[in-house]
């Protein structure tokens, strides 16, 4: 998948329509199967930008996982070294710090245990049963933050 450009998987009008329903749903406070709502600044425009993600738990850690690549989100999150998941009043303000990729594999894999129902199709055939060499191979299209909550 890695090429000279980074990979980045545009969501179907159905998928972004979906996507702001699962947004809304959460800001009101239903989480879908454990997803929230991410805020953070806008790189240029600094228009907060909402989005629902998946946050995911690992061996004691929290993380942000891109599915889709390197999206809008995952550039403004470099920017702003953090943001906010809110479910309903719950809202969480963070920090965030992305991995490289030679850390991703275990994180990669237990987010495709949990999530691959839903995400399996922007990872181009790699399921949580790949192969290390498989996960490893496409971690550099998938970026992960390991977030700390400050609040």
């Not at 009008?13 to 406070?29: C, E, F």
């Not at 009043?89 to 991703?104: C, G, I, M, Q, Y």
């Not at 498989?134 to 390991?146: G, K, L, N, Q, Y």
Request: charged share 20%.
């Amino acid at each position: 998948m890695s090429s000279s450009s980074p990979y980045y998987l545009k969501g179907s009008p159905l998928n972004v329509r979906l996507n702001g329903v699962i947004g809304r749903l959460a800001r009101h406070g239903l989480s879908l199967a454990g997803s929230a709502e991410l805020s953070v600044p806008g790189r240029k425009s600094g228009r907060t930008q909402r989005i629902p993600v998946n946050p995911h738990s690992h061996d004691g850690g929290r993380y942000l996982v891109s599915a889709r690549g390197h999206s809008q989100w995952v550039r403004n999150m470099r920017a702003a070294g953090g943001g906010e998941l809110r479910v309903g009043r719950s809202v969480r303000t963070f920090t965030a710090v992305e991995l490289p990729d030679a850390e991703k594999l275990p994180v990669l894999r237990t987010y495709l245990e949990r999530w691959g129902w839903q995400v399996d199709q922007y990872f181009d055939g790699v399921t949580a049963r790949s192969s290390d060499a498989e996960i490893t191979a496409c971690a550099p299209d998938h970026p992960v933050f390991r977030i700390t909550v400050t609040n």
